[in-house]
């Protein structure tokens, strides 16, 4: 995959495993988030970070919860 000089490669549309898309997958990488614990106990507080959406909220909490219960 070529880039372009100054930009970091695209990171793809996964979350620590989780599908969320690539524009939310990219904003969090970009925040500093590496993984799932990483994350705020409240996802809410990553709407606030262009790219995330309700939907990558939505399905980062149950996979969080789905990880909890193992």
């Keep these: 995959m070529a880039t372009v000089m100054g930009e970091a490669p695209d990171s793809g549309p996964m979350f ?3 599908r969320i898309g ?9 925040a500093g988030y590496r993984a ?6 409240d996802l809410d507080e990553l709407l606030s970070l262009h790219g995330v959406g309700p939907k990558a909220v939505r399905i ?3 996979a969080r919860n789905t990880r909890r219960s193992w």
């Design 16 to 18: 620590d495993g989780v």
């Design 22 to 30: 690539r524009p939310a997958a990219g904003a969090l990488r970009h």
């Design 60 to 62: 980062l909490t149950e």
């Design 36 to 41: 799932l614990p990483d994350l705020p106990e």
